[in-house]
Structures are given as structure tokens and as C-alpha cells.
DNA sequence: CTAGAACTTAGAGTGCACTCGAAGTCAAAC
DNA sequence: GTTTGACTTCGAGTGCACTCTAAGTTCTAG
């Protein structure tokens, strides 16, 4: 067993990844993967592990509210190739500050949602 | 000076809270405030300190990504009075379980991309 | 009293991120 | 070799939360 032979079906990627099928094959047309997925022997889409690996890097960025065109802009550097290694560091940092700055303001929003389920409990 | 006539206008509600004038009107259709906002001697809106108060804690529900219709039941409840205290805190607490796992995944998620900028500077 | 800004409503429009449907193709099991 | 279920594309549809428009009304400063 090869490491090309361990390129999975799109329904153990999204298995593997916690997406819909229909999200992976969106995500793909979205220019949102690496390197395009490859093709098994056919057209049916093969995920490599870097392709899964990708993906799950994909899902934190639109867990902490990256739009889909910002990881565009994300990939289209990478594709560049070495050249935009400052870029993306860039694009990154940018972003890690606003993922700091809704963690400040979820955290703000859990101390008032505590504050209140506090008086409601002193209310019974 | 009475605490009536403390009531603001729209476009000063929208400054107090952040919204535009637009979502606060569309917060109202919705049925999201707890009382109905007064009207000043005419068709004009009053916000009222509560007013104010209330819209700021609702923005703390919205961003922990409480939806809309969720918000809705909550007001609800607080309209049917002290009866439903217990729905409430529950609703509640519900709720801050879901910010706790939000702020454990976007923790979870800023670790990944704290890593993936490590590698860049390290690249450099 | 009048001009202009701010307000009103109802309904339509927007943007984002999926999500689904239809019609057809492919592959693994029997 | 045929059936059955997974796969393909492309385009349309959905849901959410605003956001804006239009046409008309009201307040306020001068």
C-alpha cells in the first residue's frame, strides 16, 4: 500500500473532516483547495492527507470568521510559491489579531450572560 | 430634566449601541425588544435607558451567535413574566454552554494558526 | 412660516456560505 | 455483465441577518 493509494473517496474526507461532500466539492470550486485534488483512474475525487491536512487548517480559519475570499487571497500566495512567504505571514498575523479581538469579546459576552444567569439564580 | 425625557432618539440609540438606525428598526419588527419602544409625542421613537441597556445585552447574545429567533424566545419568556424565570436561566445556560465551546474551539483554532506562524518565521 | 434634516413605513435587495436538485457517469459486488 | 449506490457537474435554491429604497411625515432652527 502506497502513499497514492491512501488518497481517500470525498465522502471519508468529509468523514474525516467534519464537511458535507457538497462543502468540499464547494470549497474546491471556490479555489479554495492547495494544489486542485487529484482524480482516481477516472474523474472521482482522491484526498490525500495533505488535501485532509489542508482542509482542517481551512476549517480553523473559517471557525475564527476568515471569509472565503480572504482564504483565497491565503492560497493564491501559497501558489506563488516562496516568494510570498512574507505575505502570508502577513495575511496571518492580520488575521490572528482579530481572532485575539472576538476572544476578547466573546469573553466580555460570557461575563455579562454569567453575570445574568447569576441574578436568576438569586431571583428563585 | 425627568428621566422621560432622557429618552433618546433613534439615531442617538444607534450611536450608543453601535447599530445602524436600520437594524435597530429591524431589531423592533422582529419582536425583540422586551417592551415596545416608546414613541415621542408623535410616531417618532424614544429609547429609553432600559431601552439602551437591553440592546446592549442582546448585542452580547448576537455575538456569541445566539440567532435571532432564539433572542425572540427569550424576550418572550421575559414578557410572560416572573413565571418564566426557570425557561430563562435554562435558555440561558444552554447558551453558555455553547459560547464555553465556541471559545474552546477558536482557542483551539488560534493555537493552529499561532503554529502555522511560528513555521513562517522560522521560514524566513 | 419655511427649509432642510431626521424621522416614518413596507417591502425589496444584498451578501455570504453553504445546500440541494437534476441528470447523467462510474465502480464494486454479485 | 448487470445492478446499486456513490460519484460527477452545473446551476439554482436556501437561510440568515441585515441593509437599503422610496415615498411620505415630522421636527427644529432660523
Redesign the interface.
Known amino acids: 500500500m502506497t502513499l497514492v493509494d491512501e488518497a481517500v473517496s470525498i465522502s471519508e474526507a468529509a468523514e474525516q473532516t467534519g464537511l458535507s461532500t457538497h462543502t468540499l466539492r464547494y470549497y474546491e470550486r471556490e479555489g479554495l483547495m492547495l494544489g486542485g485534488v487529484g482524480r482516481a483512474s477516472s474523474t472521482h475525487r482522491r484526498y490525500t492527507g495533505l488535501d485532509i491536512q489542508w482542509v482542517q487548517?481551512l476549517t480553523?480559519?473559517r471557525?475564527?470568521a476568515m471569509p472565503i475570499a480572504r482564504v483565497r487571497e491565503y492560497v493564491d500566495f501559497v501558489r506563488q510559491g516562496d516568494s510570498s512567504?512574507?505575505a502570508?505571514?502577513a495575511l496571518?498575523?492580520a488575521?490572528?489579531v482579530s481572532?485575539?479581538a472576538?476572544?476578547d469579546?466573546?469573553?466580555?459576552?460570557?461575563a455579562?450572560?454569567?453575570f445574568?444567569?447569576a441574578t436568576?439564580?438569586k431571583?428563585?
Open positions: 487548517f480553523k480559519l471557525s475564527t512567504f512574507a502570508r505571514l496571518l498575523e488575521h490572528r481572532v485575539v472576538q476572544l469579546e466573546m469573553t466580555n459576552s460570557l455579562a450572560i454569567d445574568k444567569i436568576y439564580r431571583g428563585i
